[in-house]
């Protein structure tokens, strides 16, 4: 799981100045099941693909296809 203070910074780098205990944890929950979401995804293309190994290329085919 991610930490609290890793939104914390997240937040303060997009400009947010004030912010609650309670955003800060849904922002990293929807991040982090957004994030396995496209893990699995990627995971299925390497599969596909007959590799092991997740490539950056499997990666940003997911998510540009979610995109749209």
Known sequence: MLSILAFERLAKKAGIKRK??????EMRD????EGMEIAERAFKISR?????????EDVKFVTKHERK
Request: no cysteine.
């Open 20 to 25: 609650s205990k309670d955003a800060l944890e």
């Open 48 to 56: 596909h693909a007959n590799r092991k190994t997740v490539m950056l």
């Open 30 to 33: 929807i991040i982090t099941e």
